[in-house]
Structure formats: C-alpha cells, structure tokens
C-alpha cells in the first residue's frame, strides 16, 4: 500500500501560479508518479506524468504552463502551474503506479481559477 498526500491547491486568479506537492510513504516499486484531474461534470483527466528517464507526459493543455519534477529522495511529486486559467479549475489528484500495474491516489487537493 502507498498512501499520497497532496497539497498547495487554493484559489487564484486568472494569470497567476501555484505549486502542487505530494509525498508518497514510500516508493519502493513504483515507477511513476503524476498528476490528473477532474473538474464538475467531467472525467478524471491526465495531467502530467514521470518517471525514470525522466521521461516526462503532459496534456495538451497545459504544455508550456505547467511543469512536473519529482525528489526521489523526499519520494515527492511536484506540479509547478503558471498562467492559470479558468478551465484549470478542478480537483488535482495525485497518482503513483507500481511495477505491477497498482495504481494509488490521493485525497485530492481544490485549485480554483477565477477573477
């Protein structure tokens, strides 16, 4: 069992930056670790993932806003956000998938675009 815990979702405005963080108990066996989201209404969506490489994937509607890193030593996942916009509004889970196909998530955290 891997429990993740994110943080940093808040409210914004339009054009400004925030910096999600997840830390995972522990990492042995997992070989990547990313973000996703769902907003009101609609399906959970991928956001950004990464793994060993880096080898690194984003949606095509944050590429060039949002930036993903990870600290395999602090077994944490980053997810640097810039020029937020409104339809980034959603709740951001992060997600760590094992060796074996197990995937884990988090709790969620709320990030909110508005003027």
């Known amino acids: 069992q891997v429990d993740l815990v994110e943080s940093g979702g808040d409210f914004v405005q339009p054009g400004g930056s925030l910096r999600l963080s997840c830390v995972a108990s522990?990492?042995?066996?997992?070989?990547?670790m990313g973000w996703y989201r769902q907003a009101p209404g609609n399906e959970r969506e991928l956001v950004a993932t990464?793994?060993?490489?880096?080898?690194?994937n984003y949606a095509d509607s944050v590429k060039g806003r949002f930036n993903i890193s990870r600290n395999k030593a602090r077994n944490t996942v980053y997810l640097q956000m810039n020029n937020l916009k409104p339809e980034d509004t959603a709740v951001y889970y992060c997600?760590?998938?094992?060796?074996?196909?197990?995937?884990?998530w988090g709790q969620g955290t709320q990030v909110t675009v508005s003027s």
């Open positions: 997600n760590a998938r094992s060796r074996t196909g197990t995937h884990y």
């Open positions: 522990r990492a042995t066996y997992i070989i990547s």
């Open positions: 990464i793994r060993d490489g880096p080898n690194i």
